[in-house]
């Protein structure tokens, strides 16, 4: 065997040390960050459940408005009927 031969399987050898070990950094990488998407999403499922209940909150404040108008108006109405 040539010296270039022997190189040649000294560096494929050591290149698949390297590949390896940088697949297992990947891996130690993608493992926290997989997890944390996994919680975004949680939070922005969250986020859009609280923002669904909270869509009626103009019609309540409507309801509020007209709820509290009521009372002034039915004496209003009685005034003109000659109740009181």
Known sequence: MSIAVILAWVGLALGLVIA???VG???RI???ALEIKRYADRI???G??????VDGVDEAVRTRELATAVPDLAVA???????R
Do not use: H, T
Request: hydrophobic share 60%; proline share 4%; no cysteine.
């Open 20 to 22: 390896l070990w940088v």
């Open 25 to 27: 950094l990947f891996n």
């Open 30 to 32: 993608m493992l926290p």
């Open 44 to 46: 922005l499922e969250a």
């Open 48 to 53: 859009v459940g609280i923002a669904k209940n």
């Open 77 to 83: 109405y009685l005034r003109k009927l000659g109740v």
